[in-house]
């Protein structure tokens, strides 16, 4: 079953022409990776799949199991479960994280037509998933990501998604920041949440990321298109190679 579909997706930031024609498609059970160089148009990528207002999408389409996500709003795509990191703030002052993932927690719970759960049990579900990412309990206390390091920030977009389990999950830059203790929990956080009900892209620059959470596919991303596709070597291959190869590859036809 395909969960998303995107066919020749262009956007422009402030009318700079980002993104030229992405096709993706992603299925349930799979996890993407998206590498390329830098100023290559990922994160924009990202950014048009969730809506971010600064990302103005000016053709193609973006299906996301039936829905045209481009005409939802960016708490609607989070609802129906789209899952991208950045759509929660960075920080905020004066809010538990803990009543913070409860609110979004149950706002997923209503989308899906279930009952909201209470904070008991909203305590127990909690201390399941704080198990996922070897988080300590003391972390719900504090307001959310105020704070909290580079690794501790990763770890909680690792502990939202575990909570809201979401249809497709878009990691931009996941690693990033982190030392390899926190890459391992990051990643067997991601392989733990993987299903075949679900699917997982994960854009990251290197080749690391991948000895941890081994991806069906591999893309590059090149001046706003993906040029070239592969299975999991394609991502050592880049990893010996650089990227120079593929682009004078595709080249002739970019
Ligand atoms: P990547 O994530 O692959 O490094 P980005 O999507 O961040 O690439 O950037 C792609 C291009 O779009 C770059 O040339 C970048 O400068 C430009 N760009 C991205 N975001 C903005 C923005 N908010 N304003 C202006 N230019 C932007
Ligand atoms: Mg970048
Ligand atoms: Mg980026």
Same mark, same amino acid.
């Given at each position: 079953?395909?969960?998303?579909?995107?066919?020749?997706?262009?956007?422009?930031?402030? *009318?700079?022409? +980002?993104?030229? /024609?992405? %096709? #993706?498609?992603?299925?349930?059970? =799979?996890?993407? !990776?998206?590498? &390329?160089?830098?100023?290559?148009?990922?994160?924009?990528?990202?950014?048009?799949?969730?809506?971010?207002?600064?990302?103005?999408?000016?053709? *193609?389409?973006? +299906?996301?199991? /039936?829905? %045209? #996500?481009?005409?939802?709003?960016? =708490?609607?795509? !989070?609802?129906? &479960?789209?899952?991208?990191?950045?759509?929660?703030?960075?920080?905020?002052?004066?809010?538990?994280?803990?009543?913070?993932?409860?609110?979004?927690?149950?706002?997923?719970?209503?989308?899906?037509? #279930?009952?909201?759960?209470?904070?008991?049990?909203?305590?127990?579900?909690?201390?399941?998933?704080?198990?996922?990412?070897?988080?300590?309990?003391?972390?719900?206390?504090?307001?959310?990501?105020?704070?909290?390091?580079?690794?501790?920030?990763?770890?909680?977009?690792? #502990?939202?998604?575990?909570?809201?389990?979401?249809?497709?999950?878009?990691?931009?830059?996941?690693?990033?920041?982190?030392?390899?203790?926190?890459?391992?929990?990051?990643?067997?956080?991601?392989?733990?949440?993987?299903?075949?009900?679900?699917?997982?892209?994960?854009?990251?620059?290197?080749q690391?990321?991948?000895?941890?959470?081994?991806?069906?596919?591999?893309?590059?991303?090149?001046?706003?298109?993906?040029?070239?596709?592969?299975?999991?070597e394609?991502a050592l291959e880049?990893e010996s190679?650089?990227?120079?190869?593929?682009?004078?590859?595709?080249?002739?036809?970019?």
């Amino acid at each position: 079953e395909i969960l998303l579909s995107v066919k020749d997706l262009t956007a422009e930031v402030d *009318g700079n022409s +980002i993104l030229k /024609g992405v %096709n #993706l498609a992603v299925r349930s059970g =799979e996890i993407h !990776a998206i590498m &390329g160089p830098n100023g290559s148009g990922k994160s924009t990528f990202s950014k048009a799949l969730a809506g971010h207002p600064a990302y103005e999408v000016t053709g *193609g389409e973006a +299906i996301f199991q /039936g829905k %045209n #996500l481009l005409e939802m709003e960016p =708490e609607e795509r !989070a609802r129906a &479960g789209v899952f991208l990191a950045f759509q929660y703030p960075l920080e905020i002052p004066g809010v538990s994280n803990l009543d913070f993932l409860r609110v979004a927690y149950n706002s997923r719970r209503k989308e899906q037509g #279930l009952e909201e759960l209470d904070a008991f049990d909203f305590d127990d579900l909690i201390q399941e998933k704080l198990d996922v990412v070897k988080m300590d309990a003391a972390f719900l206390n504090r307001s959310v990501n105020e704070g909290f390091s580079g690794g501790e920030k990763k770890r909680n977009e690792i #502990l939202q998604m575990a909570l809201l389990e979401p249809k497709i999950a878009i990691l931009d830059e996941t690693d990033s920041g982190l030392d390899i203790d926190a890459l391992k929990i990051v990643a067997n956080g991601v392989n733990q949440l993987a299903s075949p009900e679900n699917a997982t892209i994960l854009i990251t620059h290197y080749q690391r990321l991948l000895n941890y959470i081994v991806p069906d596919y591999v893309h590059v991303m090149a001046r706003g298109q993906i040029i070239k596709s592969g299975g999991k070597e394609l991502a050592l291959e880049l990893e010996s190679r650089g990227y120079d190869w593929v682009l004078e590859q595709a080249g002739a036809e970019v």
